[in-house]
């Protein structure tokens, strides 16, 4: 299991005193949130990607190359890239190029937005959402994945003998999630490549997308990744900790009840119904064995504003890691603490050599979207 924090980068007024902070102060704000989520131990923090006010964090790669630059330890992620609107050119070339800067530190968040505008500002329809999701992915796993690739799609002009640079952090592309919300399309995608899934239910009833991760685990056993319970499942949700659950409460109350998205909701009773965490370290600990007692993996719980959560085992060189952390090399990222890394790979599997590198699985048959490899 892990835990991180993840922001959208919005800015808004201070309940309390009226302050609007201005877009330079929201973005070092980010860059402090992550260095203490690196000094605290957490696992991972992530970036969201818009292109409209009130949010500032429209060029993620900039950001978590400077984000990297002053961490030493922490997973740096998006939440979400748009796979949609953005050239899985331009994806390949600048979060391989953040890669190594973070020195493999780093995870790929792709997923459709919730910003219907975002599609013609970038020259696209929003009805082609799925098809470009689709499509698009299926070009960026190859683009990290050969050397030189040729391309035809639907959705951008073709590419004859092209070589995305720089290359990924010894030949390891970035662990990448497919988030989505209501498109099983996605979690099919997601279980086919053998990637993570992520359920960002952070404004939905409790469990509201249980019946997605079930089709994604089911999916994930299908295409010959596992047993339906090792697929790599990740849920976010809000979260306020304090010593003691009525400091918590108290402290939280005003930003909570004025917030434009919540003004007139009592706290207490949205906490009961949605993944909202507020309390002591214990009742939020308390809170995510619920979801995971009920969902089959956990949901968020720790951090200060918006956290993210995602359930992976540790492997048998976790002690090998300096500093220690996740291992992220090959398969053994996902496979139980008792059952030890396998010592080789198949010939069709090229052994990572580092033990904080992510490995992903061969792809198995085409890839379900259009385009031709």
């Known amino acids: 299991m892990q835990f991180g924090i993840f922001t959208v980068g919005d800015i808004g007024a201070d309940p309390l005193t009226g302050r609007t902070p201005g877009e330079a102060e929201r973005l070092r704000s980010i860059v402090r949130l992550a260095r203490h989520a690196d000094e605290l131990g957490l696992d991972v923090f992530a970036l969201g990607e818009h292109h409209n006010p009130p949010f500032v964090p429209s060029s993620p790669p900039a950001i978590l190359g400077h984000i990297a630059a002053v961490t030493s330890r922490i997973v740096l992620s998006t939440a979400v890239t748009l796979i949609t609107t953005n050239d899985p050119v331009r994806i390949a070339e600048d979060f391989a190029t953040v890669q190594h800067l973070a020195d493999g530190r780093l995870d790929l968040m792709l997923g459709r937005g919730n910003t219907v505008p975002v599609y013609p500002w970038f020259g696209r329809e929003i009805r082609d959402g799925v098809a470009l999701a689709l499509e698009n992915y299926a070009l960026l796993h190859r683009l990290w994945r050969s050397d030189v690739v040729d391309w035809e799609g639907r959705f951008r002009t073709a590419l004859q003998g092209f070589t995305s640079t720089p290359r990924p952090l010894d030949g390891v592309p970035p662990f990448v999630w497919h988030g989505a919300i209501r498109t099983p399309e996605i979690a099919e995608q997601a279980a086919h490549y053998g990637n993570g899934y992520f359920a960002n239910h952070i404004l939905a009833p409790n469990l509201h997308f249980r019946p997605l991760v079930d089709f994604y685990r089911k999916r994930w056993a299908h295409h010959g990744h596992g047993r ?142 259009g385009g031709t490899t």
């Open 228 to 369: 339906p319970d090792q697929a790599i499942v990740g849920l976010g949700g809000h979260a306020f900790v304090a010593r003691r659950s009525q400091d918590a409460y108290a402290a939280f109350r005003p930003y909570f009840e004025n917030h434009v998205l919540f003004r007139g909701t009592r706290l207490e009773d949205y906490a009961d119904r949605t993944p909202l965490s507020v309390g002591s370290p214990q009742e939020v600990v308390e809170k995510t064995l619920t979801f995971q007692d009920g969902f089959g993996t956990t949901s968020a719980s720790c951090g200060r504003w918006t956290a993210s959560v995602s359930r992976r085992a540790r492997c048998s060189s976790r002690s090998s890691c300096s500093p220690p952390r996740w291992c992220r090399c090959c398969a053994a990222r996902w496979r139980p603490a008792a059952r030890p890394a396998p010592r080789r790979h198949p010939p069709t599997r090229r052994w990572c050599g580092r033990p904080t590198a992510t490995r992903h699985r061969a792809t198995r048959g085409p890839a379900p979207t």
